[in-house]
């Protein structure tokens, strides 16, 4: 599927969903990256890296939407799965 294919108001959704997921990163985890992330756990600098990565991936989907669908795609779906087995279990107060 090419852009010319997709009506203007699904691209600039897909767009949308690129921004959101790549600027949201950028705030959050950029500064980590960037201050001390020797200083981090093992697992921890991981996913700082791992997310700082994304996020640039995420910016480039601003350009290429439509070839970085699928990817867009695999980070809402790991975001919906990890909210509903670790998120949900992790807020709700326990009884």
């Not at 599927?1 to 897909?14: A, D, F, G, I, K």
């Not at 093992?42 to 939407?65: D, F, Q």
Request: aromatic residues 10%; charged residues 15%; proline residues 5%.
């Amino acid at each position: 599927m090419t852009p010319e294919q997709l009506s203007t108001r699904r691209l600039n959704v897909m767009r949308f969903g690129h921004a959101f997921i790549g600027v949201g990163l950028a705030i959050v985890k950029w500064p980590v990256l960037f201050q001390d992330v020797g200083s981090l756990p093992v697992m921890e600098g991981v996913v700082t890296c791992l997310l700082t990565a994304m996020s640039l991936r995420a910016l480039l989907g601003l350009r290429y939407s439509v070839r970085m669908l699928p990817i867009l795609l695999f980070e809402v779906a790991w975001r919906v799965i990890w909210i509903a087995a670790v998120a949900i279990r992790t807020w709700s107060p326990t009884t």
